[in-house]
């Protein structure tokens, strides 16, 4: 198997090679054959990549240790969601895992473009096929995730990390690496525009749409991480400008700094080589970022550990990438000129201008800040560090400026606003401003840029709310119905504006969060029974500490009695678990009490055992739950904004249903209970009969030797004399005594040792039936990719070199359906 | 050139110097040294009173805690130096004899103070295991 893996990658490789040459060489020669031969290869790389992804998945289900990477990143006794998870969790299966993610949404973005983009798609495909060929390269030179041990390999693996062995984690890279990818592909589009000269606005449809799904994922990704570092980290935040966050955060700024920008080139013409600039910037920050991460250049809780070879591969790359994209676009300088000039500051895209130069100005920042300890070492030979207070005290006032800048901008007029005009648009918002931060004074609320950050939200949300009354107004009167079907109606026919407005609601209720932090409360305190401790308006007091082991861990519990004003709450169990063969690394368990005002967040630091005391964080998060909820909100404004007119035209009634849905759902993604995130039981129990004959036997090898062998009993090498077959095989004859059956015994075991780990291989039922399926569908779909590759070259059809003319009118009736409804 | 030219020049140095500038002094408040135990015990002097990340290896069995408190003292090391600190708060798991630990606070004339939360351990393994020499399988 892993000698089949690593031949899939070379096959891999090759074809990138084929699949660029191809259809760069198409392009130039105009043969249209060449170019679909080179697009069929592109296809095909992505069956490909499915298929090595099948065969490692396969091998971490299956615990074949002779690989490395399944020896390092897995063992028997995880459940088989983490096994599966584990595939992206180190770093040779997290490129391998980037690459097929890229392979397919690549294939994705060629097959839909394919008539709409005719002329780009050839360079569309060789810049994404060099992509996944340094990415393959890298696995094939230096990271191959399919080599073995020379040597006799290791009967078991070492195991992931307890700290990745969570529900967000298992999520929150995937997210992170499809939004990473997905920027991937308008960096393909742009390039191709630029080589080909095809600088018309068409092409920037084709990119603004993959960005915005870049973005979505991006932002998922991002919250995602936030909400792991807030429930298994337990330090009571969820930010702290780490390097790796900030790498996820480079590429949100220049991609939501493009999302605005492109608006300006559509109704203006303006900024053109800006946005290309934003394209490609965004695509190397993406990569920059897969660098830091993996190369050990900044310290970090989470890189990946130091590699020198990778970090020259990587800035060869890097360096490669900038220099190619900026040559072409000073090369098409003469075609990106700009159509208009900016007529006046208070214009609708001045307030897009100052958005993008403050967006572009955090990314530099973040950057600049995040390098500066390997800045300053490789200048001065100090090594200085910057710690998030540094990053805050930058951070906050931009976070001010663009919520600022949220409310004015919408409702600036394209060109040039007269005074009379701003004061009409601008007079409920300003007002809402003012009376909100009165308000909040009068409250007594002196905390001032949380203050200003409240009266900024209370501005943003009137405008927005101003923006949605009048539009609906105008188009009741235009088309006489109720201003209920007006606002849907409005929505519908501008999609992305108002979906724009709802991501900005979004935004604001994440802002909302942020404030919070300025009221936030804590208290350190060491407690023997019956002590307590007040934060807030919140008493705690600690009444035992308990000690309990399970088959993968023991446990330690702290128990709390909770009072809010003097009245009881109930209990509080924050606790610590330490995990068999990972003693060292305890994990926290947190405790919290969410609330949409505030969270009750309680953190066992330490304990004595002999006195029963512990030592409590206890910390008060006022409204951070606001910045998961704004996700949410955020999430469905972009859903509405990417939804094609097609499923608009009939859905229009339909749509604020469809999105209150879409918004439970994800509240209930996003907001499980932490007990969920640990949960990993699995349902067992069969009643399948079974013959008793060799009842026995089947059971010895189901159940693995607890001599330490793990091999199942029936064939532990220690012989009949092992304690650990003395010590089960009693057992397993009194249970079939009394008639159980061989699931049964199984079951009753599973019990006493509290998991799976026991037996040979999971209980093949439920869940796990899928997990054990899933590796073999995968490589079944790609293996029909691969055929039906094959099959469509086999058999070439006498290729006309034009698409028949009812394609081609579809081709054009879209692309002209885009320009009709961008004129709006 | 034209008044443009000179417009928008000089709008962008006004900006670049003003940003550069603020950068400039929040960069030497936000900043601090990142210091080895043997550097700093080098010349002790000089370093005292100096904010600065401390990064060493906890010297074994030289944790002591007050009991019933949250009062620390220990010493770290590093290439033979080692300097004793004091450290008032709640400690990482992961901070014990031999851990490898950055400290933030400053070098007074009895040791290194720590300041609160200023106690960070690293991970034993990191998102992927270090490469430590004996380790199984790498």
Redesign the interface.
């Known amino acids: 198997m892993p000698a089949l893996g690593t031949f899939t990658l070379l096959a891999a490789f090759v074809t990138c090679a084929y699949a660029i040459a191809a259809s760069v060489a198409g392009a130039r020669r105009r043969s249209t054959r060449l170019v679909e031969s080179g697009v069929g290869a592109f296809y095909f790389l992505a069956a490909l990549m499915i298929v090595a992804s099948a065969l490692l998945i396969h091998a971490f289900m299956t615990g074949d240790y002779s690989i490395k990477y399944v020896q390092r990143t897995s063992d028997a006794a995880m459940p088989l969601a983490y096994k599966f998870a584990s595939y992206w969790g180190g770093l040779d299966g997290s490129i391998m895992f980037w690459v097929s993610l890229l392979a397919i949404f690549g294939s994705v973005a060629v097959y839909t473009n394919r008539d709409r983009h005719r002329e780009l798609i050839p360079y569309v495909v060789s810049v994404l096929a060099a992509t996944e060929m340094f990415f393959i390269f890298l696995m094939v030179i230096h990271k191959n995730p399919f080599a073995t041990f020379l040597t006799t390999p290791p009967a078991d693996g070492a195991g992931l990390s307890p700290l990745l062995q969570n529900f967000y984690m298992a999520i929150h890279p995937p997210s992170m690496y499809v939004g990473f990818v997905s920027m991937t592909i308008p960096f393909a589009f742009g390039i191709a525009a630029l080589i080909t000269g095809h600088l018309d606005d068409a092409w920037i449809r084709a990119v603004r749409r993959w960005t915005m799904i870049g973005w979505l994922f991006l932002s998922f990704g991002l919250t995602l991480g936030m909400l792991w570092a807030y429930e298994e980290l337990g330090w009571g935040g969820y930010w702290m400008w780490d390097p790796v966050e900030n790498a996820g955060l480079l590429p949100w700024f220049t991609a939501t700094a493009f999302l605005h920008s492109v608006r300006v080139q559509e109704q203006r013409g303006m900024l053109r080589v800006w946005n290309v600039t934003l394209v490609i910037v965004t695509f190397f920050l993406t990569i920059f970022g897969t660098f830091m991460t993996r190369s050990g250049v900044v310290q970090s809780v989470h890189a990946f550990g130091e590699d020198r070879e990778l970090a020259w591969l990587f800035t060869g790359f890097m360096v490669l990438i900038l220099t190619f994209s900026f040559a072409w676009v000073i090369y098409r300088l003469p075609l990106l000129r700009a159509r208009h000039e900016l007529d006046s500051f208070v214009s609708r895209e001045a307030a897009f201008l100052a958005n993008n130069w403050i967006l572009l100005f955090s990314a530099f920042f973040v950057l600049f800040a995040t390098m500066f300890p390997t800045l300053s070492e490789a200048v001065t030979g100090e090594r200085l560090t910057v710690g998030p207070p540094f990053f805050n005290r930058w951070m906050l006032p931009i976070g001010l400026i663009l919520l600022t800048l949220t409310g004015i901008g919408p409702l600036l007029a394209w060109r040039k606003s007269t005074t009379s005009n701003l004061i009409e648009q601008l007079r409920w918002p300003v007002l809402a401003f003012f009376v909100t931060a009165v308000g909040l004074y009068a409250l007594g609320v002196r905390v001032w840029a949380s203050g200003l950050c409240f009266a900024l939200s209370a501005m943003v949300l009137t405008t927005i709310a101003q923006e949605f009354v009048r539009g609906a107004a105008v188009r009741r009167e235009a088309s006489g119905t109720d201003l209920f079907t007006a606002l849907i109606g409005l929505v519908g026919r501008s999609k992305r504006r108002y979906g724009g407005y709802i991501v900005h609601v979004g935004i604001v209720l994440m802002f909302l969060g942020f404030a919070g932090e300025g009221f936030k409360q804590d208290a350190q305190a060491l407690h023997k029974p019956g002590e307590q401790v007040t934060v807030g308006h919140f008493t705690v007091r600690h009444d035992a500490l308990k000690v309990t082991t399970d088959r993968q861990k023991q446990m330690v519990t702290g128990h709390l009695s909770i009072f809010e004003d003097g009245k009881a709450l109930g209990t509080m169990t924050p606790a610590k678990w330490y995990f068999n063969k990972r003693e060292q690394e305890p994990t926290t368990e947190v405790a919290i009490r969410r609330a949409f005002t505030e969270d009750l967040y309680i953190v066992l630091a330490d304990f004595n055992a002999p006195t029963q005391s512990g030592t409590y964080t206890v910390t008060v998060n006022p409204l951070v739950n606001w910045v998961w909820f704004g996700f949410a909100v955020m999430a469905i404004g972009t859903g509405i904004a990417l939804l094609p007119d097609r499923a608009f035209a009939f859905a229009v009634a339909k749509v604020p249903e469809g999105a209150v849905t879409a918004g439970m759902v994800l509240l209930i993604a996003l907001l499980p209970s932490a007990g969920f995130a640990q949960s990993s039981t699995v349902p067992t129990g069969s009643t399948v009969p079974d013959s008793k004959s060799s009842l026995r036997k089947q059971i010895e090898s189901d159940i693995m030797c607890t001599c330490g062998c793990r091999v199942a009993m029936a064939t532990c090498p220690m012989g009949p004399s092992c304690h650990g077959l003395q010590e089960l095989g009693p057992k397993i004859d009194a249970m079939t005594a009394k008639g159980m059956t061989r699931e049964q015994v199984r079951d009753a075991f599973v019990a006493e040792h509290g998991g799976q780990d026991i037996l040979m291989a999971p209980i093949d039922t439920g869940f796990n039936r899928l997990a054990w399926f899933l590796p073999y569908a995968i490589g079944v779909v790609g293996a029909v990719g691969i055929v039906v590759a094959a099959k469509r070259w086999s058999h070439h059809e006498p290729a006309s070199a034009y698409p028949d003319a009812s394609a081609q009118d579809t081709a054009l009736k879209g692309r002209l359906d885009d320009e009709l409804r961008d004129l709006d | 050139m034209s008044a443009r030219t000179i417009k928008i020049g000089a709008t962008a140095a006004v900006l670049v110097a003003a940003?550069g500038g603020l950068m400039y002094t929040?960069?030497s408040e936000?900043?601090?040294?990142?210091?080895h135990v043997d550097e700093v015990m080098a010349n002790p002097t000089e370093w005292q009173g100096k904010r600065m990340?401390l990064h060493g290896y906890v010297v074994d069995k030289s944790i002591l805690g007050k009991p019933?408190?949250?009062e620390y003292r220990f010493q770290i090391q590093s290439n033979g130096k080692v300097i004793s600190a004091r450290y008032t708060?709640?400690?990482p798991?992961?901070f014990?004899d031999g851990s490898e630990v950055v400290l933030?606070g400053q070098l007074g004339p009895h040791g290194f103070d720590v300041s609160p939360n200023g106690v960070m351990a690293k991970?034993?393994?990191?998102?992927?295991?270090?490469?430590t020499p004996g380790?199984?399988?790498?």
């Open positions: 940003l929040t960069l936000g900043t601090e040294y990142y210091k990340s019933d408190t949250l708060g709640v400690v798991d992961t014990k933030k991970c034993p393994s990191k998102y992927e295991a270090s490469k380790a199984p399988g790498i």
